[in-house]
């Protein structure tokens, strides 16, 4: 399924709607809609076979957690397609890219823009940081690091079925902190799952702040290779780099593609607040009319109305 838009204004409306939705409620996840607008409107723009949404346009209210008293019980993944055979299955890892992920949604057709109205309200499967009943979600990546598990186990078992459609993993570089993305990868390499592949967000950021900072992981794409993946390099806001790199041939092996992006992407006055980047909350609102005013300018669109005389 492909949407009208170009991959590369998917991306920059990606990020004029979180900058919207940041300076309308004086906070949101403005780094990592610099950083990932690319990686995810490559996604459900081009890389992956996703059929149409299986889910209303309007996401429902949250129904409670799957009970015998609640046998209706239905993930977020909807948003992404129906479960069959020969489409692809997208995990979205990093919970806390959730707006980023609910603008993607709205900006290629699949959730009407109503629903980030409901971003973080009492009651609402729209949440801040995105659970396995909200829009695009598959399964609960709060823990960082069980994503590729997951998905992993998924691709193993619709390669022995015979599925055509392969598992993808939008993965963000804070994870490979953790030990469970890299017993992911050997197991997965071991068992030559080769119909799973990941995209990895290497803005080098995490929520206490520059990951160097919080602990030093050294040459990544060295270690996954030395762990049995096939591993390409791109950079994260070259389109034409990523479709390379997501091309690239991993015959019995999972593929890590390392997206190196930067963290201020489009939105360059953001550096005023480095390093501490992982949730934007405005100091003043002298600050938000600021950088309403500066971010604006950057990305070539009208400030945020805030109705201020």
């Not at 396995?132 to 691709?155: C, D, K, R, W, Y």
Request: glycine content about 10%; hydrophobic content about 40%.
């Amino acid at each position: 399924m492909r949407n009208e838009k170009t991959t590369e204004d998917i991306a920059r409306a990606i990020r004029a709607r979180v900058f919207e939705h940041t300076i309308r409620n004086n906070g949101g996840y403005l780094s990592q809609a610099c950083s990932a607008a690319e990686q995810l409107a490559f996604l459900y723009n081009e890389a992956l076979n996703l059929g149409p949404s299986t889910m209303p346009m309007v996401p429902p209210p949250f129904s409670g957690v799957p009970s015998a008293a609640n046998t209706g019980y239905v993930t977020g993944a909807g948003y992404n397609g129906p479960f069959d055979a020969v489409h692809d299955r997208l995990f979205i890892a990093p919970a806390h890219y959730a707006l980023v992920a609910y603008a993607c949604l709205i900006e290629v057709g699949r959730m009407s823009p109503e629903g980030l109205e409901m971003f973080n309200k009492d009651g609402s499967s729209v949440e801040m940081i995105g659970a396995e009943h909200s829009p695009g979600m598959e399964v609960h990546n709060g823990t960082l690091g069980i994503g590729l598990s997951t998905a992993a186990g998924l691709a193993w078992g619709r390669k022995r079925l015979g599925h055509t459609g392969r598992v993808c993993v939008f993965m963000s570089d804070g994870e490979v902190q953790e030990g469970q993305t890299w017993e992911a990868v050997q197991a997965a390499a071991h068992h030559r799952i080769d119909n799973l592949w990941a995209i990895m967000d290497v803005n080098r950021q995490q929520c206490d702040g520059a990951m160097d900072d919080v602990m030093t992981v050294g040459d990544i794409a060295t270690k996954f290779r030395d762990f049995g993946a096939a591993v390409a390099e791109c950079d994260a806001h070259d389109l034409a780099a990523m479709r390379a790199a997501a091309a690239t041939p991993h015959p019995g092996r999972p593929l890590i593609v390392l997206a190196h992006s930067r963290p201020t992407q489009g939105m360059e006055s953001l550096m005023s607040r480095f390093p501490r980047l992982h949730y934007v909350r405005f100091r003043s609102e002298e600050e938000r009319r600021e950088m309403n005013e500066a971010i604006a300018a950057e990305l070539g669109i009208p400030p945020v109305d805030l109705g201020e005389p």
